[in-house]
Structure formats: structure tokens, C-alpha cells
Nanobody, 124 residues
Framework: QLQASGGGFVQAGGSLRLSCSAS????????VAWFRQAPGKEREFVGA???????VYARSVKGRFTISRDNVENTMYLQMNSLKPEDTAVYYC????????????????????WGRGTQVTVSS
């Protein structure tokens, strides 16, 4: 089971760090990803890290967001810097096959386990 946490309210330009913890699953053995969903919009890919620690990011967040993984804590993080109002959404973490190649890591259909989301609100 996955659980996202760390969301909150922040002003534009600020930072937040989201966490994704897992029970019954060792995250380092999977590809793990962040998606987000804004009101009235489709759930969209944010970024992912696979078992080999290759990372991929959506163009909209590249250079501002960073994914990392703590294997001891069995937790994945999403460091979000230079936040913009358009980053406002519910953020979800998910896990999928360990060996996803970079070109597949952004595909929502590749992920089979999803956690509850955490709300991020960025004010202008």
C-alpha cells in the first residue's frame, strides 16, 4: 500500500517536499512515479524513477522538481521548487514494473498500484 504525504499550501516561488511511503512493498524493486490531477483535468504524469534510478520528468516540471528514493526508509520523495499556481493539484504516487524503460515511465497504464493523494495548493 502506498501513501503520499507532505502536501500543503504555499506561495508561488516556494517549495514543498512530498513523500511516498510503502507498506508490503519494497520501492527500490519497482518503478515508482508521481502523477497529479487538477480539478476538471486528467491525471497527468509528473516524474518517475526506476529500479536503476533512471529518472524522467514531465516537461512542465523539469528543472524544478526532483525525485529521489531512500531505500532504508522505503520512501520516495518529490522535491518541488519554484512552485507555480499551475502546479496546484492532488499528487499521487504509484508503482509499476521494476524494469520500465525511460520511454515507458510516463505512461499511466504501466502503473498498477496507487496511493491516496495529497493536495498541493500554490497561491499567486
Amino acid at each position: 500500500q502506498l501513501q503520499a504525504s507532505g502536501g500543503g499550501f504555499v506561495q508561488a516561488g516556494g517549495s514543498l517536499r512530498l513523500s511516498c511511503s510503502a507498506s508490503g512493498r519494497t520501492l527500490s524493486s519497482y518503478t515508482v512515479a508521481w502523477f497529479r490531477q487538477a480539478p476538471g483535468k486528467e491525471r497527468e504524469f509528473v516524474g518517475a524513477i526506476n529500479r536503476r534510478t533512471s529518472t524522467v520528468y514531465a516537461r512542465s516540471v523539469k528543472g524544478r522538481f526532483t525525485i529521489s528514493r531512500d531505500n532504508v526508509e522505503n520512501t520516495m520523495y518529490l522535491q518541488m521548487n519554484s512552485l507555480k499556481p499551475e502546479d496546484t493539484a492532488v499528487y499521487y504516487c504509484s508503482s509499476g514494473p521494476a524494469s520500465l524503460i525511460v520511454s515507458s515511465m510516463s505512461s499511466r497504464a504501466r502503473y498498477e498500484q496507487w496511493g491516496r493523494g495529497t493536495q498541493v495548493t500554490v497561491s499567486s
